[in-house]
């Protein structure tokens, strides 16, 4: 995306989630905090964390919410893969989901279906904590497909809800 196309994005999106994704072709280009200066929502992994710091080793939760803070984000989140996600909102403590999946077969996707899904709570809302929960559903979900053979759908995310909370 352009510098003048993240300007406008920045200035007319009602409501901002960012996935700024670091990989093969892009590493060190990508920087969250170097390539936007606002966000409503944004999601992040251990790479990305680390490159946004520029640190290697740090505190997860005090960045988190620094960074949040720095982009005037009211939710952030940084995914540990198949460990877990911190979750954070302004004025409250951070929450900590441990991944619901243990036995991942392909992880193309799943930080993006987290995002996503996890962003549309937060367009609603919704406390930070039900926010990463459907999130992580959503990655979970991702984790069992190969690639981006399947989708998602909302039987199946429903499906998992509903065990979830009959557990």
């Known amino acids: 995306m352009s510098a003048d196309l993240r300007e406008i994005v920045q200035e007319e999106a ?40 520029g640190k290697k080793i740090f505190d997860e939760s005090l960045e988190l919410e620094q960074l949040a803070n720095t982009l005037f984000a009211k939710y952030g989140w940084f995914t540990r893969g198949g460990s877990e996600t911190i979750g954070f909102t302004k004025g409250h403590s951070p929450c900590f989901c441990d991944s619901l999946e243990k036995e991942a077969i392909d992880t193309v996707g799943a930080g993006d279906a987290f995002c996503a899904t996890a962003s549309l709570a937060a367009t609603k809302g919704l406390p930070i904590e039900l926010a990463t929960l459907v999130g992580q559903i959503a990655g979970a979900q991702a984790v069992r497909i190969v690639g981006n ?3 998602i759908t909302k039987v199946k995310f429903m499906k998992s809800l509903e065990a979830l909370l009959n557990l």
Not at 17 to 25: D, F, H, P, R
Not at 44 to 52: G, H
């Open 149 to 151: 053979s399947d989708c």
């Open 14 to 53: 009602n409501f901002l989630a960012l996935n700024c994704q670091t990989n093969s072709n892009n590493y060190g280009f990508n920087i969250i905090n170097r390539q936007y200066q606002r966000a409503d929502s944004f999601s992040l992994d251990q790479t990305e964390m680390s490159l946004s710091t």
